[in-house]
Nanobody, 117 residues
Framework: QVQLVESGGGLVQAGGTLRLSCQFS????????MGWYRQAPGKQRELVATINSGGSINYADSVKGRFTISRDNAKNTVNLQMNSLKPEDPAVYYC???????????WGQGTQVAVSS
């Protein structure tokens, strides 16, 4: 069974940086598309960034140029470097793993990101 454990959330000032990490276990990490999603209070969960098994990356327009997703297949981790954080970035950030064929989604428990102005 796939398990995802996020870390790295917290409170940061606007313009600051945070780095989120997600530890994957329970299957063959290198074959999964990994992603970060976020959900703010009263809003739907939205995509932040994804990286597939081949290293192709997709970002939400709202984070392009500020956030960087990366994966380390040797350590079974996916990271999200968040720079220039804005007041609209606060949310619970969730790590996602999607299976390569059937597109079954697994989710972490989420980590809170807060930005003070």
């Amino acid at each position: 069974q796939v398990q995802l454990v996020e870390s790295g959330g917290g409170l940061v000032q606007a313009g600051g940086t945070l780095r989120l990490s997600c530890q994957f276990s329970g299957s063959t990490f290198s074959t999964y598309t990994m992603g970060w999603y976020r959900q703010a209070p009263g809003k739907q969960r939205e995509l932040v960034a994804t990286i597939n098994s081949g290293g192709s990356i997709n970002y939400a327009d709202s984070v392009k140029g500020r956030f960087t997703i990366s994966r380390d297949n040797a350590k079974n981790t996916v990271n999200l470097q968040m720079n220039s954080l804005k007041p609209e970035d606060p949310a619970v950030y969730y790590c996602n793993a999607r299976t390569p064929i059937w597109h079954i989604d697994y989710w972490g428990q989420g980590t809170q990101v807060a930005v003070s102005s």
